[in-house]
């Protein structure tokens, strides 16, 4: 059974520093989905990643793909406001016509001006 | 504008009663999902389709039952089994084939229990 877990749960970061969140994931995974969740609100895809050494970015945010570490980061830049959110990561367990998806807890990522 | 409509927004259920959510999906999408959402968590899995008239349990559809008479709408009934249902319900679909076959969600129903 897949199991996705995320670190930190809980980031608060300075306009304008760096920062990544991790997402671990237990078994082969061969799609890594990232989300944001703005508060009482639903949610919003960001990035699928399919292959290993995989990097997709959009903006200030960037999400690669380690299959081999069973790892997947999302990587924030010169952080903003706007960032505000709650970003989830969840992998596939997949089998034959299955398209199950397996969330992680989410990071809670609060930008302090 | 093609999307996901989840209804109502909040939703209030008595003891003893059985609820249903509703979701409408104008995506042509032949997958639909249910999840539950409870404060600081992830999502978890309710009851998914992937094709109308069947559907399959997720990790937590005890106290749930749904239906998928047509494509386009996969509504659940929250039963008087479920002990703890207050929740954010948010309903999802993909179009079930390709590589990268996204889910989108609806905005959610928060259920309360009074």
């Known amino acids: 059974e897949l199991k996705v877990e995320q670190n930190p749960l809980f980031l608060s970061m300075q306009e304008g520093k760096n920062y990544t969140i991790y997402c671990n994931y237990s078994?082969?995974?061969?799609?890594l989905y990232w989300y944001r969740q703005d508060p009482g609100k639903s949610l919003e895809s960001l990035f699928v990643l399919l292959s290993n050494g995989a990097v997709k970015q959009e903006g200030r945010l960037m999400a690669s793909l380690d299959t081999k570490a069973r790892l997947s980061t999302l990587h924030i830049t010169a952080a903003v406001h706007d960032l505000s959110a709650t970003y989830f990561c969840?992998?596939?367990?997949?089998?034959?016509?299955?398209?199950?998806?397996?969330f992680g807890t989410g990071t809670r990522l609060t930008i302090i001006p | 504008d093609g999307g996901i409509t989840q209804s109502p927004k909040y939703l209030f259920r008595k003891e003893g009663q059985n609820v249903t959510l509703s979701c409408e999906q104008n995506l042509n999408h032949d997958a639909m999902y249910w999840y539950r959402q409870d404060p600081g968590q992830g999502l978890r899995l309710i009851y998914y389709?992937?094709?109308?008239?069947?559907?399959q349990k997720g990790d937590i559809a005890e106290g749930y039952s749904v239906s998928r008479e047509k494509k386009e709408s996969f509504p659940l009934t929250v039963t008087s089994a479920q002990k703890n249902p207050t929740a954010f319900y948010l309903c999802?679909?993909?179009?079930?084939?390709?590589?990268?076959?996204?889910?989108?969600f609806g905005a959610g129903t928060r259920l309360s229990v009074l």
């Open positions: 969840a992998g596939r367990s997949s089998n034959f016509g299955n398209e199950k998806l397996t």
């Open positions: 389709s992937q094709i109308v008239n069947d559907f």
């Open positions: 999802a679909s993909s179009i079930d084939r390709g590589a990268k076959n996204i889910q989108y």
């Open positions: 078994t082969t995974s061969d799609r």
